[in-house]
């Protein structure tokens, strides 16, 4: 008995220490780290699984971030197909996902470069933060808050800078932009790559050829990893003017940085 008393002090230190401990956060991919880190603040560490250079259609864990995984109190995910390589996760690392596109009925998996679909879905996050760390639910609160703030001024700071385009329609390589398009007014005739991992027919590229000519589409959405020479020279050999955009941003750039830069590269050639 005098052990069992002995040992509750210790037991008691343990837990505090416990829970002074900063939340450990996997995120899949590189704009959502700072969105994470925003609401977590000192609270939370966040660990980007897939590097900013890296494709994440055809990414493969390795032992360093299986570690990440393993020791991670919540990972942040995107869904929807996109982190294809957690299709095998066990129970226990099932039970820890946060999925950003959990509740779209869609099946593209671009949901971050909508900064409204983006927006709608931290509130549930923030929640699932809370009930991890009950003590410091009022500071992820907090932070949310005005994180969220400055998400719709960004929001409607890209709002006001599209309205004034003169062109509205792009083809693109793949289907990144969709839910970019869809909020802010634009139109995606098209991909020359069917989801993410086939490039389309000659038939069907005859047949976006004819919608981009009907359309005045004049403007092609080049993305900087995969074959972005071969890509540009062939967009430019059809005659369109190519842009380069970047959905998943370089390493250690935050989001609201990545969706103005982007923004400010489709103005060159959309106004």
Known sequence: MRFLLLLLPWCCTLTALAERQPLQIGVSINPLVSVVAAIGGQAAQTSLLVP?????????????????IERSDLLVFVGL???FWARNFSASQRAKLFLLGKTL?????????????????????????CGLRPELCA????????????LLQLDQELALEIKGWSKKNFV?????WHYFAKHY????IGELKRGHMSDISIQELQELLKRSHNSGASVFLIEPRG????VSEFATRLGFEVVEVDDLGLAGEDY??????????????MK
């Open 52 to 68: 900013a250079i890296t494709d994440p259609h055809t990414f493969e864990l390795s032992p360093r971030q299986l570690r990440t």
């Open 81 to 83: 197909g996109l982190e």
């Open 105 to 129: 009925l869609e099946d593209n998996p671009h949901v971050w470069l909508d900064p409204t679909l983006l927006r709608s879905r931290l509130p549930e996050l923030a929640d699932r933060m």
């Open 139 to 150: 500071t992820f609160q907090r932070n949310l808050s005005t994180y969220q703030a400055l």
């Open 172 to 176: 693109s390589y793949h289907p990144a």
């Open 185 to 188: 007014g634009l139109t995606e």
């Open 227 to 230: 074959a972005t020479q071969q």
């Open 256 to 269: 609201i940085s990545l969706m103005r830069r982007n923004v400010g590269a489709l103005a060159r050639v």
